[in-house]
């Protein structure tokens, strides 16, 4: 059973960092392409970011260019997004989810996310 | 940026047809995804690649693409559709080439 859980979340001041974690499980991580999606409280979702397989190709959007950056580990199974100089519009539900095919393809499998919150 | 640009809301009868469209320019030259979200839930893909239909959805759910609007449509609509429904695409000639729809409220009267 396909399984991602993620981690990391909470409350950050502005300014402050963060790093969310995603564990996967039930299938093999260093053949997907993964992404990160985010729900603002009441909100749409908002592509965040993608990683190819082996890291070699990364995708932003322009709001966290040069602030987020995504990675992942392929021996543990484990997707990261670091995320720096946090502001009150980075406070969001943080989802990580599995690409099927390619970087253009569908999030098949999604996890429950993680929330975070960026206030003083 | 690309944008895509869907209806806040619709409302449709059980038993009845639900239609929710995407506009994109030229989004037929693009392939679309649709998601379903209900309350307290992460997303749940229902459409792929325009038309497929990933397994466990059901065969009401379907999809079309063309020209400047992405369709998805419910047939013999349940209670149990009620949910905000998400297209997204990838923009290969962005920068930051992903994109979703703003959503649609699906009521089911």
């Known amino acids: 059973e396909v399984q991602l859980v993620e981690s990391g979340g909470g409350l950050v001041q502005p300014g402050g960092s963060l790093r969310l974690s995603c564990e996967a499980s039930g299938f093999t991580f260093s053949s997907y392409w993964m992404s990160w999606v985010r729900q603002a409280p009441g909100k749409g979702l908002e592509w965040v970011a993608n990683?190819?397989?082996?890291?070699?190709?990364?995708y932003y959007v322009d709001s966290v260019k040069g602030r987020f950056t995504i990675s992942r580990d392929n021996a543990k199974n484990s997707l990261y997004l670091q995320m720096n100089s946090l502001r009150a519009e980075d406070t969001a539900v943080y989802y990580c989810?599995?690409?099927?095919?390619?970087?253009?393809?569908?999030?098949?499998?999604w996890g429950q996310g993680t929330l975070v919150t960026v206030s003083s | 940026s690309y944008v895509l640009t869907q209806p806040p809301s619709v409302s449709v009868a059980p038993g009845k047809t639900a239609r929710i469209t995407c506009g994109g320019n030229n989004i037929g030259s693009k392939s679309v995804h649709w998601y379903q979200q209900k309350p307290g839930q992460a997303p749940i893909l229902v459409i792929y690649y325009d038309s497929d239909r990933p397994s466990g959805i059901p065969e009401r759910f379907s999809g079309s693409n063309s020209g400047n609007t992405a369709t998805l449509t419910i047939s013999r609509v349940e209670a149990g559709d009620e949910a905000d429904y998400y297209c997204?695409?990838?923009?290969?000639?962005?920068?930051?080439?992903?994109?979703f729809g703003g959503g649609t409220k699906l009521t089911v009267l």
């Open positions: 997204q695409v990838w923009d290969s000639s962005s920068d930051h080439p992903g994109v």
């Open positions: 989810a599995r690409i099927l095919i390619a970087a253009a393809g569908p999030s098949d499998y």
């Open positions: 990683i190819k397989q082996d890291g070699s190709e990364k």
